[in-house]
Nanobody, 117 residues
């Protein structure tokens, strides 16, 4: 079974930056569109960024992070990353990676991002 492991989270002040990484077991990235999701306390999980498979590697972002977050992938390494700049307290959440084009793989434990002064 595919396993997803997120890392790179931490505590950062408003305006700071973090880079998240997602590692997947198996060779799945060549066949799947990938995304980063987040879940804040008391809220449902939401998709914040996605990147399509294929040579085009088209990306999409939810309005709240557009211009601040950048998603990237390396199919050869089975990794997907999320560069987060100009972080806001509203970005505080547990961040997860998973596919977006099909049924989800089992969720990883996620990585906590806390934006606070």
């Amino acid at each position: 079974q595919v396993q997803l492991v997120e890392s790179g989270g931490g505590l950062v002040q408003p305006g700071g930056s973090l880079r998240l990484s997602c590692a997947a077991s198996g060779s799945i990235f060549s066949n799947d569109d990938m995304g980063w999701y987040r879940q804040a306390p008391g809220k449902q999980r939401e998709l914040v960024a996605s990147i399509l498979r294929g040579s085009g590697r088209s990306t999409h972002y939810t309005d709240s992070v557009k211009g601040r977050f950048t998603i990237s992938r390396d199919n050869a390494k089975n990794t997907v990353n999320l560069q987060m700049n100009s972080l806001k307290p509203e970005d505080t959440a547990v961040y997860y990676c998973n596919v977006v084009n099909r049924g989800y793989y089992p969720w990883g434990q996620g990585t906590q991002v806390t934006v606070s002064s």
